[in-house]
């Protein structure tokens, strides 16, 4: 299996404070994996390093060549008020194809119009943006996935604030893409949905606490591990040494919280 | 028929001056209305104010060095608005300071020194034609300048089109999937500087931003597209500008407040009576839909 993306001792974070501290792994091509985690431990950062709108303070993270991305952020920074119509905003994911320049074709018109009966939203292509429930929004921002035809999905918390059917049918693509051999890292909250559908998982706690199979990943001792991390900045942490800094040595990260196992859970992952 | 002939197209037919006023009024319209669609769209209408103001040093510099003439005044209000375009721009975007903050400091220090640089020379009159402008007294150099303006924006908004929508309606997506999200900022920012100094030798600087921002404003209330909001905007646009004209003449205004009032007519006719308007949206419907 070839990778995806790989993480060489990658420390993402703001203002020299690491959010995702010296990971290390490798993403198979057309693997499905969860991230989870607490709040601030790192996920949405992870997601932002792989698509490059975060720039690593250490460390690096490769994506293979030629890979098309698609990323659904978090907190996405759409402007609603934007007097545009559903088709408008799927016709973006046209963007990788068509460019600035290209002209929108037939097929592309027709990709679009599928995309979004493949959402459950036939019928919707001129309602304007402003008029959406949530619901409604979050299947169209899927349904522009779809019309990017990406092979790496990034998708981060998608199922925040929506109704148990639309998740169902959104695991549903989710699952299609799978089946379809696109790598597709999912930030998910729900550990029950985790263990249900996905079928790895990467537990974060700003390093990797576990990364592999879901179901072990999310075993009760990881899980405890991983809680123990604490989520509020120290100002005065000490610097991470360069040297010796993929150990337990962290002065700032409490050290002798994390035993070895650990590391070789992120191995086991990668491997 | 004949007085409305006299009325309203006499003017045009008999005097060149009009004749040169309307077409450079109109050709205005046509370059700096779409550009005003984008700047609301963004939430920068105050930006087209600050911007406005930031060109006045540069004007002012030309005016000290070469008296009232219409190039050197250009090309000096474009070197500023691009100074302080850049300037704000690069703070926001380098800083954890905001394009609204840093844009203010910019053009109230360039305010300052354009009100400074003014006063060394000419007496009052002349800061008022520089701020004021003079649609009426448009000559052929002019008229060129306005009408490259026209062409450069008209084929830049054609080009960056799909870039500029994306950027409004989603950065964070265009930035995954293009590096164009920086440049095309820029890019606008350099479109709504070229624009204003446009219209500053028509309407002066204060005024210019009015037939960007005020055809563009009342437009949102009549269509929820971006495409027709444009057209919209520049139909707007220069029927002010007709009118404005018309007025100024038939009543001795002057003729940009006139063209700008005119605008500010519409604007709020179309708070009012637009189909996204106040009656429109705020009374309630006698009959709903079951779905």
């Known amino acids: 299996m070839s990778a995806c993306v790989t993480f060489e001792d990658l420390t993402l974070g703001y203002n020299s404070h690491p959010a995702v501290h010296h990971l290390n792994g490798v993403v198979r091509s057309g693997s499905l994996t969860a991230v989870v985690g607490a709040n601030g431990s790192g996920k949405s950062t992870l997601m932002k390093g792989i698509v490059g709108v975060l720039k690593p303070i250490a460390g690096g993270c490769r994506v293979a060549p030629r890979v098309k991305l698609a990323y659904l952020p978090q907190q996405s920074e759409l402007d609603r008020s934007f007097p545009a119509r559903v088709v408008d905003l799927v016709s973006l994911g046209l963007w990788p194809r068509r460019g600035l320049l290209g002209r929108h074709r037939i097929e592309d018109r027709e990709a679009v119009a599928k995309a979004l009966s493949s959402v459950g939203l036939e019928g919707f292509d001129k309602r304007p943006i402003d008029t959406l429930s949530g619901g409604q929004l979050q299947r169209t921002l899927f349904a522009r996935v779809l019309v990017q035809d990406a092979d790496l999905i990034l998708l981060d918390e998608p199922f925040n604030a929506i109704d148990a059917r639309t998740v169902t049918d959104l695991i549903g693509l989710i699952k299609r893409w799978h089946g379809e051999e696109r790598t597709i890292m999912v930030v998910v909250h729900d550990l029950e949905l985790v263990r249900q559908h996905f079928p790895e998982a990467l537990l974060l706690a700003r390093r990797s606490v576990a990364w592999g199979d879901a179901r072990k990943t999310l075993a009760p001792e990881n899980l405890l591990r991983a809680r123990q991390f604490h989520e509020a900045w120290d100002n005065d942490a000490s610097w991470c040494a360069p040297e010796d800094g993929r150990g337990d040595a962290h002065a700032h990260d409490g050290s002798g919280k994390q035993p070895p196992q650990a590391e070789q859970a992120d191995r086991g992952g990668a491997a | ?291």
């Open chain 2, 1 to 291: 028929m004949l007085a409305l002939y006299d009325y309203l197209i006499g003017p045009f037919v008999e005097f060149a001056f009009m004749q040169r006023a309307l077409a450079g009024a109109l050709l205005l319209s046509v370059s700096a209305c779409p550009v005003g669609v984008f700047l609301m769209l963004r939430r920068m209408s105050l930006t087209g104010d600050a911007m406005a103001h930031a060109i006045l040093p540069g004007a002012a510099v030309g005016f000290l060095l070469y008296g009232l003439q219409i190039v050197p005044m250009t090309l000096g209000g474009l070197a500023a608005g691009v100074i302080v375009a850049l300037g704000a721009g690069a703070v926001a975007r380098l800083t954890i300071q905001k394009e609204d903050a840093s844009m203010a400091a910019f053009y109230l220090i360039s305010l300052a020194l354009g009100v400074l640089i003014v006063s060394l020379r000419g007496s009052n009159v002349d800061l008022m034609h520089v701020l004021f402008g003079t649609v009426l007294a448009l000559n052929n150099d002019a008229l060129s300048l306005i009408g490259t303006i026209t062409v450069v924006t008209l084929a830049a908004l054609a080009i960056f089109w799909r870039a500029l929508v994306a950027e409004c309606l989603d950065p964070l997506f265009l930035r995954s999937v293009s590096q164009l999200g920086p440049p095309v900022h820029f890019v606008f920012l350099g479109l709504v500087v070229f624009n204003l100094v446009g219209g500053f030798q028509a309407l002066g600087t204060l005024l210019s931003v009015g037939l960007m921002m005020l055809p563009a404003a009342a437009a949102r209330f009549w269509t929820s597209r971006v495409e027709p909001m444009c057209l919209l905007a520049v139909v707007i646009g220069a029927a002010s500008c007709i009118s404005g004209l018309l007025l100024s003449y038939h009543a001795s205004l002057p003729s940009g407040p006139a063209i700008i009032l005119s605008a500010g007519v519409v604007y709020i006719f179309s708070i009012l009576a637009g189909t996204r308007g106040v009656l429109a949206t705020r009374v309630r419907p006698t009959a709903h839909r079951i779905a």
